[in-house]
């Protein structure tokens, strides 16, 4: 698979992104293994922009490793210093189902009570606004009245 090409815009700015992130793959004296590309994988999709540490002392080795997860892994090389790789891929969406008897869920809603008396810092308390209930103008909560169901059309059944 060929790997992204960024611009050096691009670049820069996820090079900025990954300065404070620690390593999540670790690559030791085996060197590139098929449980290595496996983590690498992982944790791009988890991740998208993460950072390798390589243990080994060769830089061509380094070098070539870096290439070769670039380019397996479908993944932008972003930056390679030292010992740390830096790669980038774009997370995957994650499919959701969408449940159509779903109704909306609890809001907290801050309430302010003003005092009477001039100066005074309002009262502000968080309440939390169930489904069936409603936040009246004074602040307090209702619970929806069920619906009234009509006496002629009880009776025809």
């Keep these: 698979m060929p790997q992204i090409e960024l611009t050096p815009t691009e670049?820069?700015?996820?090079?900025?992104?990954?300065?404070?992130?620690?390593?999540?793959?670790?690559?030791?004296?085996?060197?590139?293994?098929?449980?290595?590309?496996?983590?690498?994988?992982?944790a791009l999709n988890a991740h998208g922009l993460i950072k390798i540490r390589v243990l080994g002392d060769d830089r061509a080795?380094?070098?070539a490793i870096y290439q070769q997860l670039?380019?397996?892994?479908?993944?932008?090389?972003?930056?390679?210093?030292?010992?740390?790789?830096?790669?980038?891929?774009?997370?995957?969406?994650?499919?959701?189902a969408d449940d159509e008897e779903r109704g909306a869920g609890p809001k907290d809603v801050k309430v302010m009570k003003y005092s009477k008396r001039g100066g005074q810092r309002p009262e502000v308390r968080v309440v939390r606004v169930l489904g069936n209930q409603r936040l009246t103008p004074g602040g307090k909560l209702k619970k929806a009245q069920p619906k009234q169901k009509?006496?002629?059309?009880n009776r025809a059944d």
């Design 11 to 42: 670049r820069k700015a996820h090079r900025a992104e990954a300065h404070h992130l620690d390593p999540v793959v670790m690559i030791g004296g085996d060197g590139l293994t098929a449980a290595v590309r496996k983590e690498t994988d992982a």
């Design 150 to 153: 009509s006496v002629k059309r």
């Design 61 to 63: 080795a380094r070098e």
């Design 70 to 96: 670039a380019d397996e892994l479908n993944a932008a090389p972003i930056q390679h210093i030292g010992k740390l790789l830096v790669l980038w891929r774009p997370k995957p969406q994650k499919a959701r």
